[in-house]
């Protein structure tokens, strides 16, 4: 990408840092396959111990750890429950009905958190056909922050509410993590206080924590330890990893705490967006790096906005609609300034 384009696509974006490859250069190697890989026996022991969980385990990308989970939780046949817009649901080719063959029940949000009644409801739905006939819930699925939902964060009220019908039906309760150091940067909790609410969940290295490759799957040993066939079945077990994990563990020393610098460059973005003209902003104070908004009309849709945003350096893509702004650590507040004269540029010469 050259330097003079403003990287709002997507917080996957980022580029390992020159500390991070001097980290990475340096990493200590083993043949991960084996669990003989010293870097990263550290980021699983690190990655444990940041969310109170017992054991953890390295997965090349976070729609691993999706597959993996929903296999490890659930029998062929089972129930998902999951909001009709997560990850999991619409973003995964169909890996969990192709690997674990559930069925999915979905509950309608509207910025991908529900509550507890809302998913009573929905395990209502799947018993109401008695068994044989219907089918067991065998796991419900949040995700935190909902990226289709803005980066929308779930508040502790509402995921101790979800955990706790969950846990009335005995159904675990799997949390999709992707950004979950973003909702903790917002909420100003630790990641454990979330982690402490669901039975497992897992955190990307590639996203707002700018690591080239990775992701941490959590729960009880017993969990992982089923976790772990999955990962071998499914090709995720790899030589010497330790190389791609010195980069995440660099980025839990060096890029969490700038977090909230990014929720901060997003809510300039979004207040700058919502004084422009044409520029309809879908939440006007983002929650954590996400932007949603609208620039579509009689004469413009927004694909052919994000065209002309992209032609004059600055990428945005479309996402549930809208079109989606995502702050990172490639982003700076002097970017926003210029994305949003970009914008303002682009909407004025829409007529
Ligand atoms: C990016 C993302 C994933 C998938 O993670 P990869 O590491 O890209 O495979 C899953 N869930 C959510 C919410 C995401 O944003």
Same mark, same amino acid.
């Given at each position: ?80 429950v999951a909001d009709g817009m997560a ?19 979905t509950i309608r949000t509207e910025r991908g958190i529900f509550t507890a009644a809302e998913l009573?409801?929905a ?17 419900v699925c949040v995700e935190q922050t909902h990226n289709f939902g803005g980066g929308a964060v779930w508040p502790l009220e509402a995921l101790d509410a979800v955990a706790?019908c ?7 309760l799997?949390m999709d993590?992707?950004r979950?150091?973003?909702a903790?940067?917002a909420l ?6 979330v982690? &402490?609410r669901?039975?497992? @969940? ?5 996203? *707002?924590?700018? !690591?080239?490759? %990775?992701?941490? $799957?959590? =729960? ?63 939440t006007?104070?983002?929650d954590t ?5 609208? &620039?579509?009309?009689?004469? @413009? ?5 994000? *065209?002309?945003? !992209?032609?004059? %350096?600055?990428? $945005?893509? =479309? ?33």
């Amino acid at each position: 990408m050259p330097d003079n384009v403003i990287p709002l696509f997507s917080d996957t974006e980022t580029r390992p840092t020159p500390g991070m490859r001097a980290a990475i250069a340096a990493a200590e190697v083993g043949d991960e396959q084996k669990g003989e890989d010293p870097t990263v026996i550290r980021l699983q022991e690190r990655v444990a111990d940041l969310l109170g969980k017992e054991s953890a385990l390295w997965l090349p990308t976070g729609t691993m750890c999706n597959l993996v989970a929903v296999k490890t939780h659930t029998r062929p046949g089972d129930a998902l429950v999951a909001d009709g817009m997560a990850h999991v649901v619409r973003a995964e080719s169909g890996g969990a009905a192709l690997a674990s063959g559930v069925v999915t029940e979905t509950i309608r949000t509207e910025r991908g958190i529900f509550t507890a009644a809302e998913l009573q409801a929905a395990m209502d739905r799947v018993a109401a056909v008695p068994e044989p006939y219907g089918q067991p819930v065998g796991l419900v699925c949040v995700e935190q922050t909902h990226n289709f939902g803005g980066g929308a964060v779930w508040p502790l009220e509402a995921l101790d509410a979800v955990a706790a019908c969950a846990r009335s039906r005995g159904v675990p309760l799997h949390m999709d993590g992707a950004r979950l150091l973003n909702a903790c940067a917002a909420l100003g909790v630790s990641a454990a206080a979330v982690a &402490a609410r669901v039975d497992s @969940l897992w955190i990307d290295f590639t996203k *707002g924590l700018g !690591a080239p490759i %990775g992701a941490v $799957l959590a =729960g009880t040993a017993a969990f992982i330890a089923g976790a772990r066939r999955y990962k071998q079945l499914f090709g995720g077990a790899m030589r010497q990893a330790g190389i791609a994990a010195a980069g995440c563990l660099y980025a839990l020393d060096h890029h969490v705490d700038r977090l909230a610098e990014d929720h901060e460059n997003a809510r300039r973005l979004a207040a700058g967006l919502a004084g422009i003209d044409g520029i309809e902003v879908r939440t006007a104070a983002p929650d954590t790096n996400m932007v949603f908004f609208d &620039a579509s009309g009689p004469d @413009l849709s927004n694909r052919e906005f994000i *065209g002309r945003l !992209a032609a004059s %350096g600055v990428r $945005l893509s =479309g996402a549930g609609g809208a079109i989606r702004a995502v702050t990172h650590l490639d982003v700076s507040r002097a970017d926003v300034d210029r994305a949003l004269a970009a914008v303002r540029q682009a909407a004025a010469g829409r007529a």
